[in-house]
């Protein structure tokens, strides 16, 4: 099942949440949205080693913050996947 949350955060904090979300492990996608546009979209294999996702989200991750520094606001909408639970 997937489940969608949705964080208003101030632009100098950005790149802390998406880092903080990423480690998280369950996330499919993660989407910056600023004035209603989508303007980063980072899907992620769920399940992905924590270092091959590392190295591969670096780039982003640079990307996430050079867009960072010019918003004052910005909101982080999120894809994740709960696990289901047994009877």
């Known amino acids: 099942?997937?489940?969608?949350?949705?964080?208003?955060?101030?632009?100098?904090?950005v790149l802390d949440k998406v880092k903080?979300?990423?480690?998280?492990?369950?996330?499919?996608?993660v989407r910056l949205i600023h004035e209603g546009k989508t303007i980063i979209e980072i899907p992620l294999?769920?399940?992905?080693?924590?270092v091959v996702a590392g190295i591969l989200i670096a780039p982003l991750l640079a990307a996430i913050g050079a867009f960072a520094a010019l918003v004052t606001e910005c909101t982080i909408e999120v894809e994740k996947v709960e696990e289901k639970k047994k009877k």
């Open 1 to 13: 099942m997937v489940e969608t949350e949705k964080f208003t955060v101030a632009g100098n904090q």
């Open 45 to 50: 294999t769920v399940g992905a080693p924590v």
């Open 20 to 29: 903080k979300l990423i480690r998280e492990g369950n996330i499919r996608r």
